[in-house]
């Protein structure tokens, strides 16, 4: 799938370098068709990374794609210059004058904090009530998941004793998942959290269908019953060595955080880790794009209701 992205966003480059299609808006401007509209809420720190790792997901299906990347407008980011930010992302006040036929909402470093606490809170309050009605499916991942079950749903988090960190094998739930469709009977999700969710608290809620779990991190992939909401746990689209530089990261705060499991070779920290994920992740985001946002959306994007 082209990924109408801004000729200059640094993420453009590299993925032209890996032989991923990337169509510039003046190239876009010249096909007669209608861009799926994915907008992506970046609440992760390293915005550049992510924008990478997202689009090199999206841009794996035949089909157009025009991105808007999103920034919180309450929230004063540490690691990402503001002229970047103004330059490549739209202000959150500026999605409620639009409908998106996609919608992800990513991570956060925020997990041990209580929601209300984080000072974004509201305004991510009013993105996700605002995607119930003006965005046809939305992606929720990691800590965007348990902000999107926990607004909507109730659903509280726990805290874990120890950081949830590596790659864990994972089983579906339900059988016939679109979403799930050309799966291993099990595969592998890498997760990075201080929280979890208990699977009790998920089937209570009607709406809510449990796609997939792990003996080792519980439960991992949730959708809403009008498959409008998917929630994930995980970080399929993690790089080969995104868990490596966090557990480096960590360690040089001093903080006392596990070894990522099942990730380093022998658990050896000077070994390479290699990726047993990636195809997993390009499966999950083409499944998700092409059943639930392109086959589903409204032609007229207004008709999104």
């Given at each position: 799938m082209p990924i109408?992205?801004?000729?200059?966003l640094p993420a453009c480059s590299i993925l032209e370098k890996e032989n991923i299609f990337?169509?510039?808006e003046k190239r876009a401007s010249t096909q007669d068709i209608r861009p799926l509209k994915i907008a992506i809420v970046n609440l992760m720190p390293t915005k550049e990374v992510t924008e990478t790792q997202l689009l090199r997901l999206l841009g794996n299906t035949?089909?157009?794609?025009?991105?808007?990347?999103?920034?919180?407008?309450?929230?004063?980011?540490?690691?990402?210059?503001?002229s970047y930010l103004d330059k490549f992302y739209i202000p959150?006040?500026?999605v409620f004058k639009h409908?998106?036929?996609?919608?992800?909402?990513?991570?956060a470093p925020v997990e041990q904090l209580p929601f209300e606490d984080v000072d974004y809170w509201e305004e991510l309050c009013q993105i996700m009530d605002?995607?119930?009605?003006?965005?046809?499916s939305t992606l929720y991942v990691c800590w965007g998941s348990f902000a999107g079950l926990y607004h909507h749903y109730g659903i509280p988090k726990y805290p874990l004793e120890r950081k949830l960190s590596g790659i864990f094998m994972?089983?579906?739930s339900v059988e016939g998942e679109p979403l799930l469709r050309g799966f291993d009977d099990t595969f592998p999700i890498p997760q990075s959290r201080h929280t979890t969710l208990k699977k009790e608290d998920v089937l209570k809620v009607f709406d809510l269908t449990i796609l997939a779990e792990s003996a080792e991190a519980g439960v991992t992939i949730i959708k809403s019953k009008d498959n409008r909401e998917i929630f994930m746990t995980g970080h399929l689209e993690y790089d080969t060595l995104t868990l490596a530089e966090e557990y480096y990261r960590d360690i040089g705060k001093g903080m006392k955080v596990p070894l990522p499991k099942n990730y380093f070779p022998t658990n050896n920290v000077n070994r390479?880790?290699?990726?047993?994920?990636?195809?997993?992740a390009h499966l999950f985001y083409s499944n998700w794009l092409n059943y639930y946002v392109y086959q589903a959306t409204p032609f007229a994007i207004d008709e999104i209701k």
């Open positions: 109408k992205i801004q000729s200059e990337v169509m510039t035949p089909l157009q794609i025009e991105i808007s990347l999103v920034r919180m407008e309450n929230h004063q980011s540490k690691n990402t210059d503001d959150s006040s500026e409908k998106f036929d996609g919608m992800i909402i990513t991570g605002y995607a119930r009605k003006n965005v046809f994972n089983e579906r390479m880790p290699s990726s047993y994920w990636r195809a997993t």
